[in-house]
């Protein structure tokens, strides 16, 4: 097992630069999740950790020794790749111990070691198999005991589940983590699949056009997100952002008007904005209420709405209060509903997730007149340049990785 | 009544492939025939399709005679070795090409492909002056040598090498394979059939070859197999069924070549081609 720390790391193709300066450490043991959309970088830093690609600048320590110039074989590192890359004309078996054979392990030893990472990862019976004469997930079995087997000190996942559907993607998830319990190693990841990110990794890393905008733990960056480009790109379904402007701002409380006339408070430190400035409010599909002249008590609902804060005295109860809007769609997903607002001055559509209870959800009819309510604290605002500004969920440190 | 036109078409399918291949096979069954007659009954004015006296005297006196055995036995060292070192030139040179990144990588393939646009006859003289000042004039090395650079092999074996994922590669480079590890371990066995195929062509080109033994080779010892022909002619005279007795002993083992590794050629060349063999 070993730490991975890297240091000002860049690459280049030509003048074109994919990895922009990235500063990272990950810890002994550690299950490290690289995310971003595709072409973000995050599978050529991969495989620049793996040796696969040269470091056109910065420094690759692994296990405390500087690693850029060390052969992949020998930086005690293991990968399983996207296709898997399981050489057809040889067995499972053969597939499993070809690297040890390289090494020039006994042949006695090859055999216990293989034995045993099948027996790990339940492929005992395939072993004599060829790769065509197996499913996809067996394939990514034997991708993954192909790794085991070198007993490395850092496992490179490069988009492993990619190619399995969806129930075999979630069975081998849980696969993964139960694997990197027992074995303790640490393993990097990657993946454009937020699902995956946010269940498997002790630790994720956004990246975005070659750079990192964020990393810390799943909560942390799914409760305190740096940017918009992070609060955006985790969450299913993604982030509400609203246009607004700042009106006011006392006691880390700011007042933000929105396109749709209403105005909102959000549990933000506004201090270097000045009163006008353009911002974005976001708020989570789940974190948004309906409110509707259907509620069985409106003004209840409406009363812990739009800006409201626990323990602040109901001062505009009675009041309509929230975002206005029309219910456009409603998508039934069993004991989850994704309701569509369209609200005024938005060009896409603001979601609310819904949970019901055993009887099912229940809403208005499509085209009704509803206003969205939320709680301060579960909403943050963005500024110009898309910077989350600090608040009860903004992170202290944005760039502390 | 569908049917009874498929089942027509069939059989005029059929005699088609059957007379056409007769046509085919006519030259060779016809040199057959004529090695199984007398001498005499060869230059006979009466046509008979087969020999009205059946013998192997032809074969016998081929075999007495002439240095039939030494010349196949040159032959197959001197296409052997034309394969095996063209074999492992164009794959590693492919693989190079193909996989490896280098600076003038894209020139030196320009180069090397290059040389498909000079015959080789425009290469006999220097070929010949340079084979000389080595001693290598009437020897394997002198036959060999000029004939193990082959651009088209380099290029089917690269254009192969393309194709298959770069992830191969890069899984064994991580389990510890050096280029030359990846290719035989994984590369060789992956395009397997295409390298059959690619080596069987060049076997029976070597083989085959005339032009270059013609020039190289003075001495009746180093001489091979089509070289050889033209001494048994120029030795019995006009002596057909000698001379077809010859041809047959010659062409037999790349035949039986061919027949050994049919289906790999043909699966090999389907690859090569993009379609499923």
């Known amino acids: ?401 | 009544m569908k049917r009874r036109t498929n089942l027509g078409w069939t059989l005029v399918g059929a005699v088609a492939a059957v007379a056409l291949a007769l046509l085919w096979a006519f030259p060779l069954l016809w040199a057959l025939s004529t090695s199984l007659r007398p001498e005499l009954e060869t230059v006979s004015n009466s046509f008979h399709w087969l020999p009205q006296t059946w013998t192997l005297d032809a074969y016998a006196k081929t075999l007495q005679a002439g240095n039939v055995l030494r010349w196949l036995l040159n032959s197959f060292v001197v296409a052997l070795a034309v394969t095996v070192v063209t074999m492992a030139i164009s794959l590693t040179a492919a693989y190079a090409f193909s996989q490896l990144r280098f600076r003038g990588r894209n020139l030196l393939f320009g180069v090397a492909m290059l040389a498909f646009l000079l015959p080789f006859e425009a290469l006999l003289v220097p070929l010949f002056r340079t084979m000389n000042q080595l001693g290598l004039i009437n020897t394997y090395a002198g036959i060999v040598l000029p004939q193990v650079v082959s651009p088209v092999v380099i290029y089917v074996f690269k254009g192969f090498f393309d194709e298959i994922p770069a992830d191969f590669r890069e899984a064994a480079t991580m389990d510890g394979a050096g280029p030359l590890r990846v290719l035989w371990s994984v590369y060789l066995p992956i395009s397997g059939n295409i390298v059959w195929a690619m080596a069987i062509v060049t076997f029976i080109a070597a083989w085959n070859n005339f032009l270059w033994p013609f020039i190289i080779v003075t001495s009746n010892e180093m001489m091979t197999v089509p070289l050889g022909l033209t001494q048994t002619y120029d030795a019995f005279g006009v002596r057909y069924a000698q001379l077809m007795a010859a041809a047959l002993l010659g062409a037999l083992p790349v035949g039986l070549a061919y027949a050994l590794f049919q289906r790999k050629v043909t699966q090999g060349f389907l690859a090569a081609s993009g379609l499923k063999g």
């Open chain 1, 1 to 401: 097992m070993a730490s991975v720390r890297l240091r000002g790391i860049r690459k280049q193709y030509g003048d074109n630069p994919v990895i922009k300066g990235v500063d990272l450490d990950i810890e002994d043991g550690q299950f490290v999740v690289f995310v971003g959309p595709s072409g973000c970088g995050k599978s050529t830093l991969l495989r620049m950790i793996a040796g696969l690609e040269d470091i056109s600048e910065g420094t690759l320590e692994l296990g405390g020794v500087v690693s850029n110039a060390i052969e992949p074989s020998r930086r005690g590192i293991a990968m399983v790749f996207q296709s898997y890359a399981l050489y057809p004309h040889m067995t499972v078996a053969e597939n499993m111990g070809f690297a040890l054979k390289l090494a020039k392990v006994p042949k006695g030893e090859i055999q216990d070691r293989v034995t045993r990472a099948a027996e790990i990862l339940q492929i005992g019976h395939l072993l004599a198999r060829k790769p065509k004469a197996l499913s996809g997930g067996q394939r990514q079995r034997v991708a993954i005991g192909r790794a085991i087997v070198r007993k490395p000190a850092v496992f490179l996942f490069d988009e492993p589940l990619s190619n399995l559907d969806a129930a075999l993607r979630a069975q081998t998830r849980v696969e993964l983590a139960r694997l990197h319990r027992e074995l303790g190693a640490t393993m990097i990841y990657v993946t454009h699949d937020q699902v995956e990110a946010m269940t498997l990794g002790q630790k994720i890393v956004v990246f975005n056009g070659g750079h990192i905008e964020q990393a810390g733990t799943p909560l942390e960056l799914y409760e305190r997100p740096a940017n918009l480009f992070v609060a955006s790109f985790l969450g299913s379904p993604r982030m509400n952002f609203l246009k607004a402007d700042l009106v006011g701002e006392r006691e880390h409380l700011a007042s933000v008007r929105l396109a749709a006339g209403a105005t909102v408070e959000v549990a933000a430190d506004a201090g270097r904005q000045h009163i006008g400035s353009a911002l974005t409010l976001g708020v989570r599909p789940e974190h948004l209420r309906l409110a509707h002249e259907g509620t069985p008590d409106p003004r209840l609902e409406l009363s812990i709405d739009a800006g409201s804060t626990p323990g602040r005295e109901r001062r505009k109860e009675g009041r309509r209060e929230g975002i206005p809007g029309t219910l456009n769609l409603v998508e039934y997903l069993g004991d989850v509903a994704l309701a569509y607002v369209q609200v005024a001055g938005m060009d896409e559509m603001v979601s609310v997730k819904i949970h019901g209870g055993h009887g099912g959800v229940k809403l208005p009819v499509l085209g009704t007149e509803v206003r969205l309510t939320f709680d301060s604290r579960q909403a943050y605002l963005f500024d110009e340049a898309g910077k989350a500004l600090p608040g009860a969920h903004a992170p202290a440190a944005p760039s502390a990785f």
